[in-house]
């Protein structure tokens, strides 16, 4: 009997942690969501609180983007050494750590640092948790772990906004990054108790460091992230610094390719892309990560600072709409399969992106909270009708070892959508923001019978509340630059949506034009 009692106790705990590990899985990749969805919707809080403007706040997506990459690139390398356990459980503690440093920054400059230190350790964790469940589990076993998987994804894009617009208006900013911080540690320590230790090999087994292909891809990498962002500033094509800044770094990232695609054992092998399906993925994935980012960025400004909605009735009403994608992903579980084109889903999945940039270019100014229900519970619906069937079809023919190098170029693909997709779109509303208020401006004048109406009535309600001539005309021009500036914001996040709707049709196009969709 006392001999017994042990081994029970042993294969009963093996069997809890068997259990518990895909959890843990899902809980490392949706802190990842988590992370990503709260510093794009509450931007402007973040930039607020340490007193810089969105432009500044670039800086941090593009640091993050940048060793994201850079992260996905030596993961392999990493594991190899220390096993998917410590790695994994490493990855998330250094994750919270930086998520302190990051609630403690005062500044733009050291708010892009703590970024750039969390994006290398929680950039990796989509590739590393989905190669892990492919490694550690069978078939039958995978395919409920990966519901689980996909719907603490969903789960946290629906937490992200409902619980940081609280901590936003109850606390400020930093409780965002404390939030996350707490999380980590958890995560972390969940991550090593259950996580099964694979994936550490002999030392003549292991991938080479390859060092100097590693620092020249950082240098091209930062050399065209430095384009991406003072682009903004100056025209590219009168520039010779930023010429030669994007020579350098396409010809970095050109070298680091080829030499990658002729090592014997490369960081990150390339030989995934040769198949014509696994291109096509990717080129679908690039174009689903941007609408994504762009739409969730342009809905959090109209909502913000077009339509004036304070932030937890914005968390509110963008979290509670999101909970229909949950829906939408059980029913994708149970009937996908009847499905034999992916391109059924994908195409309409583009369309629906196109809908959502339709609806809100139509939106009033005054629109209620009624007219903004349809697009929100829609926009919610891509990642279900074109994310998954593109995995389907860009990872069908790969084995067991090229799924893991092709999952680690998609993550790659994903980290380099959001970042230039930002850049992108802050661009796009930093001009059309411009143009407007231009516009507006010289229709907002005293010599415009119209507005010279408007402004002595606006003169008049003001003195009768007490005030005195001069400072009734002040306190009415003030009122009138703020209108100007709300208006112009609503114009220039429209134009946004007009761009969705181009890169939407472009994607519903090349999506419909492939015969390699499954």
Known sequence: MNLRAPSAHALTLRHVRKDLFPWAVAFAVGIDYLDNSMFSFFTSYIAGGIDATRDELVWSAAAYATTSVLGIVQQQWLVERLGYRRYLSGCLLMFAIG?????????????????????YFIGPMLGTCRILLQL?????????????????????????PLTGGYLVADYDWRALFVGLGVLGLAFSLFAFLVTPHVGKLRPDHRTQAHMWPYIVLACGLCALQIVAQQIRFELFSTSLLLIGLTLVG????GWVIWHQWHHDKPLVRLNALRERSFRVGIVLY????????????LIARMLEGALGYPVENMGRLVGFTSMAS????????????????KKWLIVPGFLVAVVIG????????????GWLLPPLIVRSFLLIFIALPTASVAYQVFAAD????????????????????????????????????????????LGNPVFRGAFETMTRAFSSLGYEAAKAQGLAAEQVGRLVLR????????????????????????????RQIK
């Open 99 to 119: 998520s302190f440093g990051a609630a403690m920054c005062n500044s733009s400059i050291e708010l892009a640092v703590a970024r750039g230190f969390q994006g």
């Open 136 to 160: 550690c589990l069978t078939p039958q076993q995978r395919a409920p772990a990966i519901r689980i998987f996909l719907l603490t994804i969903l789960g946290a894009t629906i937490l992200a």
């Open 250 to 253: 396409l010809a970095a990232l």
């Open 286 to 297: 690039a174009f689903y990560y941007a609408l994504s980012n762009v739409i969730s960025y």
């Open 326 to 341: 949950i829906a939408v992903a059980l029913l994708y579980f149970k009937f996908a399969r009847k499905i034999k084109s």
């Open 358 to 369: 339709l609806w809100m270019d139509a939106l009033a100014p005054d629109a209620s909270t």
């Open 402 to 445: 090229e799924f893991n190098h092709g999952y680690r170029i998609k993550n790659i693909v994903k980290q380099l959508s959001y970042s230039f997709s930002t850049t992108m779109v802050i661009i796009l509303e930093r001009h059309r923001l411009a143009v407007h208020q231009a516009r507006l401006s010289e229709y907002a004048n």
């Open 487 to 514: 208006q112009a914001e609503f114009m220039s996040i429209q134009d946004g949506f007009r761009v969705v709707i181009v890169i939407a049709l472009i994607g519903a196009v090349l999506a419909a034009a492939q």
